[in-house]
């Protein structure tokens, strides 16, 4: 099945620097992928949509200048968290659809950032 | 209101019940239909994946959509303690766009 790797699973950074989060498909190419944030014992809040050589998509309420994201290949998209501050610290997580029509949303496993 | 509703539990069952989860929905257009398992700090897994109105059986696992009355179901059948997680219904318009979550509902299999 369809697999998407997201590196790294654990991030810990001080206040005002950046972190970058990668998101691969492993087996197949996604021209679309999407961003989550998830709080604990919460679902997850979608934060954008990332295209394949173009501008991703933010949702209302997500400063695109402060998540930045490059999706610069098809098997490949990152998101760089700006100037992190504590409350930013959150479990990220990526999506991307797998192979054919009708695919279903795979996601990776997560990667959990903490801001001191 | 939320678009999709999903009761939090917590549910807590004895090794061996048959489990029911369920979401309620309130957007007509939503076509697909998507139960994945989330174990703590990990990505969601997905479970079952449906079009339209229905059910879908794979092993313990059966999922039914009745689009009349906007209700989707996930049951789990002789359950286990390793199917203790948190469950996510989502659902989506199209097949390429965004889904939509529902809250997740905890589950605690006891042995």
């Known amino acids: 099945g369809a697999v998407v790797s997201q590196h790294p699973s654990r991030v810990i950074c001080k206040s005002g620097t950046s972190v970058k989060i990668e998101c691969r498909s492993l087996?197949?190419?996604?021209?679309?992928m999407f961003w989550y944030r998830q709080f604990p014992k919460q679902s997850l809040m979608l934060m954008a949509t990332?295209?394949?050589?173009?501008?991703?998509?933010?949702e209302q309420g997500v400063e695109k200048d402060k998540f930045l994201i490059n999706h610069a290949s098809l098997t490949l998209s990152t998101l760089t968290v700006t100037s992190a501050h504590p409350e930013d610290s959150s479990f990220y997580i990526c999506?991307?659809?797998?192979?054919?029509?009708?695919?279903?949303?795979?996601f990776g496993n997560g990667t959990r950032l903490t801001v001191t | 209101q939320k678009e999709v509703e999903q009761d939090p539990g917590p549910l807590s069952v004895p090794e061996g019940a048959i489990v029911s989860l369920n979401c309620t929905y309130s957007?007509?257009?939503?076509?697909?239909f998507m139960w994945y398992r989330q174990y703590s700090r990990k990505g969601p897994e997905l479970l079952m994946y449906?079009?339209?109105?229905g059910n879908k059986e794979d092993g313990r696992f059966t999922a039914q959509v009745d689009k009349s009355s906007k209700y989707i179901s996930l049951f789990i059948r002789d359950s286990q303690p390793s199917d203790s997680a948190t469950y996510l219904c989502?659902?989506?318009?199209?097949?390429?766009?965004?889904?939509?979550f529902g809250d997740g509902t905890t589950l605690t299999v006891k042995p």
């Open positions: 957007n007509s257009a939503f076509q697909y």
């Open positions: 999506s991307a659809r797998g192979l054919g029509d009708n695919s279903p949303l795979h």
């Open positions: 990332s295209n394949e050589g173009s501008k991703a998509t933010y």
């Open positions: 087996d197949f190419q996604a021209t679309t």
């Open positions: 989502a659902m989506s318009v199209g097949n390429a766009g965004k889904s939509t």
């Open positions: 449906t079009y339209s109105s």
